[in-house]
């Protein structure tokens, strides 16, 4: 890629960030039964949770994932200094969105790590909503005993989690497969990957907004 030459890195990637909030409330979900029938599932209410802060690379499948109690800065600081190592001496451009705890002022970024901020209220623009998407109903109609129990499960499903299926899952549909795969394809300098992102989340936002507002209208 032209960009690592330019900037003398050994390795450039594109990871896509986000955090989800997991909890012991039963999620429930749509089933085919014979007609006439009401499926019955039972369901739990407690409020007890935990937060899953975590970074997908559309391009190789790979994903990595902390688990915290709270979405603050301090705990995103912490999150970026494990992926700061996890990375070593590659760097990353990683895209996520601006949630208060990703622009808070006392947070210290690695060199290694490049933040770009997609628009506001547009999960659709990244990759790893779909992987949450996932990994969510796998569970759904199922109740847990602990927050423990649940943390289990997560952690189980990680494991099994294949990088075909992640890059499957990340590289559903568009605009996050274009923004990828145009990632890949190289850039001139550091600043024209900036610059490249800006002009499509501006040209994306503005459809969306009109779209908006043209049904409205009607």
């Not at 494990?82 to 070593?88: I, N, R, Y």
């Not at 494991?159 to 497969?177: K, T, Y």
């Not at 795969?181 to 990957?193: C, N, T, V």
Request: charged letters at 20%; a positive charge; glycine letters at 6%.
């Amino acid at each position: 890629m032209e960009l690592q030459a330019v900037l003398g890195l050994k390795e450039l990637r594109y990871l896509a960030q986000d955090e989800s909030r997991v909890g012991r409330k039963t999620e429930t979900k749509r089933v085919i039964t014979a007609k006439g029938t009401k499926p019955k599932v039972k369901v739990a209410w407690p409020r007890e949770a935990f937060w899953l802060y975590g970074v997908d690379e559309p391009l190789t499948g790979w994903q990595w994932t902390q688990q915290y109690d709270k979405l603050d800065s301090e705990h995103f600081q912490q999150f970026l200094n494990a992926l700061s190592q996890q990375l070593g001496d590659t760097t990353a451009v990683m895209q996520m969105d601006q949630a208060s705890a990703h622009c808070a002022q006392d947070i210290v970024w690695p060199e290694n790590i490049i933040p770009i901020l997609q628009p506001a209220h547009c999960p659709e623009l990244n990759p790893i909503e779909r992987l949450w998407q996932h990994l969510k109903g796998l569970w759904k109609g199922e109740t847990f005993a602990s927050l423990d129990e649940l943390r289990q499960r997560v952690n189980q499903e990680f494991e099994s989690l294949s990088i075909v299926l992640c890059q499957a899952r990340s590289l559903g549909s568009l605009p996050s497969n274009w923004i990828a795969k145009r990632f890949s394809a190289g850039f001139q300098s550091r600043m024209g990957i900036v610059h490249f992102l800006d002009r499509f989340w501006i040209a994306r936002y503005t459809t969306l907004s009109a779209a908006s507002s043209l049904g409205k209208m009607r």
